[in-house]
């Protein structure tokens, strides 16, 4: 009997929509979103005061000289590869770079264990993917169209981890002092279909194992375009759409690193360090 759990996407779909994306991506300029990561990356590395010899960045757009433009010379690392795939990795790195990647990998702790282990000690993970906000309101205009025309919802957007679980995540991969932040945004668009180019972009299309394989009519299409533009457009007609990247950041162990300190080691007490009386309860 096959126990294993149901798979969420569709490899087929997946492949699909990624292979189009590399097209896509390869015809004009890269995605505003995915330069709006990598030049955040950059300054992510900008601010470390160390030099990074061996770094790669993980994925099927290479943002290689996106990152490079935006680093001073003398910061860049000596060496910067690139590959597709986690399995591709291949040796220690100083830095592992992975950037609005990681939305339809099913194994995602098991991918975040994998960067792990081919940092070297001291070594710096940097994540960015989608967070659990981004597409709110295509989300419930979506809902309320599936909801008005087949009379129910379907799946149609992928499943994102919001800022606790990627906390928890992080957490599990055995990095030491691991953050988690948040960069959120809110765009405008003229019309629907430019978001979802956006998206065609990303390759972030529908590619669910749920997904309802039915052909959508003209009315449907209608409906969205009047549910979206009701409930999320400005006075000017424009239509708002959210976007938010999580980034998950961590150091590869390292006897360097500051610890915390043990309970009960203060050195001062906190009302000496308020300049505020102490009382006893």
Do not use: C
């Not at 990647?101 to 960015?128: H, M, W």
Request: hydrophobic share 40%.
């Amino acid at each position: 009997m096959n126990t294993s759990a149901p798979k969420i996407f569709d490899p087929k779909a997946l492949r699909f929509a990624k292979a189009r994306a590399a097209r896509r991506q390869a015809r004009k300029d890269v995605s505003f979103l995915y330069e709006r990561a990598a030049e955040d990356a950059a300054s992510r590395l900008e601010d470390i005061n160390r030099q990074f010899d061996r770094a790669v960045l993980i994925g099927g757009f290479d943002g290689r000289d996106i990152i490079q433009s935006h680093l001073r010379p003398e910061r860049r690392p000596i060496s910067f590869d690139h590959i597709e795939r986690p399995a591709d990795l291949d040796s220690d790195y100083d830095v592992i770079l992975s950037l609005l990647e990681l939305q339809s990998d099913e194994g995602l702790p098991n991918t975040l264990t994998t960067f792990r282990q081919y940092l070297k000690p001291d070594g710096l993970l940097i994540v960015a993917q989608f967070g659990g906000e981004t597409l709110t309101q295509l989300r419930q205009s979506l809902y309320a169209t599936d909801q008005q025309i087949i009379g129910g919802a379907t799946a149609r957007v992928y499943p994102m981890v919001d800022y606790s679980q990627a906390a928890m995540l992080l957490g599990r991969t055995g990095l030491a002092l691991p953050v988690v932040d948040t960069d959120r945004m809110t765009v405008t668009y003229g019309k629907l279909e430019s978001l979802v180019s956006d998206l065609r972009d990303l390759g972030l299309t529908n590619a669910l194992s749920a997904r309802d394989k039915r052909p959508l009519s003209r009315g449907w299409f209608t409906t969205l375009r009047e549910k979206y533009a009701e409930h999320f457009s400005r006075e000017d007609g424009k239509l708002l759409a959210t976007f938010e990247i999580l980034w998950m950041t961590g150091w590869a162990p390292h006897a360097s690193q500051q610890k915390p300190l043990k309970p009960g080691s203060a050195k001062m007490r906190l009302s000496d360090a308020l300049n505020t009386d102490e009382r006893k309860l």
